[in-house]
T-cell receptor, first 116, second 113 residues
Framework: NAGVMQNPRHLVRRRGQEARLRCSPMKGHSHVYWYRQLPEEGLKFMVYLQKENIIDESGMPKERFSAEFPKEGPSILRIQQVVRGDSAAYFC??????????????FGDGTRLSIL | DQQVKQNSPSLSVQEGRISILNCDYTNSMFDYFLWYKKYPAEGPTFLISISSIKDKNEDGRFTVFLNKSAKHLSLHIVPSQPGDSAVYFCAASGETSGSRLTFGEGTQLTVNP
């Protein structure tokens, strides 16, 4: 999975704290996607961003979660006031163009978020 | 609403034999399908894809078959190798779902030496 870089790989937070997850897409990719995987489940779409724009956030919880992909720097998934149910693996993927052009998304190794 | 389903949580095969992983979908608007392989503590790795205008796509030991009328796709791995042991996810996307991928729950493949 070299190419899409996520950090940190592991993040531990106490309930009520903030979690910030970072994702740098593959070189040349301008489309970023965030997915969440709960234990024993498949990946669930959260949000799709292009530089400086949120294109589709239909999978994002309505409260406490936000995402950005600034003109410079990595994409950030931010979770405010974390709760135990936020414990999961969060994966970022990138593609050079949208899925309309049938381009596969390539994934990073994820951030494992644990809430104490 | 589980639009992509992998009904077999696990599959065990002997090295050298064929592995067949299955996936069913319900959304008739899906038109692009992918298979990913995932090792523990790593992200999914893209294996092979197929668009709805085809019914078969082959890449080395991996072949994906698509049956649109049955809304069913399968991944064949032949010959299977111990290094193929991993969780396999099928995923789908289409015009109405935008660019997001909808994943199945995964199938744990174990290839025994």
């Amino acid at each position: 999975n070299a190419g899409v870089m996520q950090n940190p790989r592991h993040l531990v937070r106490r309930r009520g704290q903030e979690a910030r997850l970072r994702c740098s897409p593959m070189k040349g990719h301008s489309h970023v996607y965030w997915y969440r995987q709960l234990p024993e489940e498949g990946l669930k779409f959260m949000v799709y961003l292009q530089k400086e724009n949120i294109i589709d956030e239909s999978g994002m919880p309505k409260e406490r979660f936000s995402a950005e992909f600034p003109k410079e720097g990595p994409s950030i998934l931010r979770i405010q006031q974390v709760v135990r149910g936020d414990s999961a693996a969060y994966f970022c993927a990138s593609s050079p163009r949208t899925a309309y052009s049938n381009q596969p998304q390539h994934f990073g190794d994820g951030t494992r978020l644990s809430i104490l | 609403d589980q639009q992509v389903k992998q009904n077999s949580p696990s599959l065990s095969v002997q090295e050298g034999r064929i592995s067949i992983l299955n996936c069913d979908y319900t959304n008739s608007m899906f038109d692009y399908f992918l298979w990913y392989k995932k090792y523990p503590a790593e992200g999914p790795t893209f294996l092979i894809s197929i668009s709805s205008i085809k019914d078969k796509n082959e890449d080395g030991r991996f072949t994906v078959f698509l049956n649109k009328s049955a809304k069913h796709l399968s991944l064949h791995i032949v010959p299977s190798q111990p290094g193929d042991s991993a969780v396999y996810f099928c995923a789908a996307s289409g015009e109405t779902s935008g660019s997001r991928l909808t994943f199945g729950e995964g199938t744990q493949l174990t290839v025994n030496p």
